[in-house]
T-cell receptor
Framework: KAGVTQTPRYLIKTRGQQVTLSCSPI?????VSWYQQTPGQGLQFLFE???????NKGNFPGRFSGRQFSNSRSEMNVSTLELGDSALYLC??????????????FGPGTRLTVT | AQTVTQSQPEMSVQEAETVTLSCTYD???????LFWYKQPPSRQMILVIR??????QNATENRFSVNFQKAAKSFSLKISDSQLGDAAMYFC????????????FGKGTRLHILP
């Protein structure tokens, strides 16, 4: 079974631009979570989607948004990029059985650099 | 709100020796899941081991085992016969039995293996 895939793997953007990152979960996984990882702040939860609905949201400004499609693939968007948005963005998918979620399986991440 | 604390930002261990990484958590719930994740340098985060709170027996996966002390809210990871490939950032994580709750990660412990 293929793992979680994220595209693109690396991205360089300029302040003020917007960016869209994509995540394809493991086949059969219906929950997708997004995290921002930086050396200073560690792993910070952005949001989780389940069956195309946002189920949880972290403490990030409204510039960070996401969505999930009917095939469980998910995208996250960051508008009006700031230098502080430079980070590794991780996507994780979870197998859900009857709505209950177990451990998460992570993708390789997208390294975003904002200049 | 639940919290996860990893009090050791960095640790070192000699190759072939045993090391224990600490994790404590705070929760008022009785049913939950605990995880240890490993993130090698520039590589994907992977699940190392998982523990269900209702199980008294400590989980074991080859050289990795946990010491789960529910009353003390402690969940340490023991790595036996440390190998160079064990060098990584290790994250402790908690997930409540509430299916709508997100996974909470600690800030991580960076483990160095000394040859």
């Amino acid at each position: 079974k293929a793992g979680v895939t994220q595209t693109p793997r690396y991205l360089i953007k300029t302040r003020g631009q917007q960016v869209t990152l994509s995540c394809s979960p493991i086949s059969g996984h219906r929950s997708v979570s997004w995290y921002q990882q930086t050396p200073g702040q560690g792993l910070q939860f952005l949001f989780e989607y389940f069956s195309e609905t946002q189920r949880n949201k972290g403490n990030f400004p409204g510039r960070f948004s996401g969505r999930q499609f009917s095939n469980s693939r998910s995208e996250m968007n960051v508008s009006t990029l700031e230098l502080g948005d430079s980070a590794l963005y991780l996507c994780a998918s979870t197998l859900t059985t009857g709505g209950w979620s177990y451990e998460q399986y992570f993708g390789p991440g997208t390294r975003l650099t904002v200049t | 709100a639940q919290t996860v604390t990893q009090s050791q930002p960095e640790m070192s261990v000699q190759e072939a020796e045993t090391v224990t990484l600490s994790c404590t958590y705070d929760t008022s719930e009785s049913d939950y899941y605990l995880f240890w994740y490993k993130q090698p340098p520039s590589r994907q985060m992977i699940l190392v081991i998982r523990q269900e709170a209702y199980k008294q027996q400590n989980a074991t996966e080859n050289r990795f085992s946990v010491n789960f002390q529910k009353a003390a809210k402690s969940f340490s990871l023991k790595i036996s016969d440390s190998q160079l490939g064990d060098a990584a950032m290790y994250f402790c994580a908690y997930r409540s039995s509430d299916r709508d709750d997100k996974i909470i990660f600690g800030k991580g412990t960076r483990l160095h293996i000394l040859p």
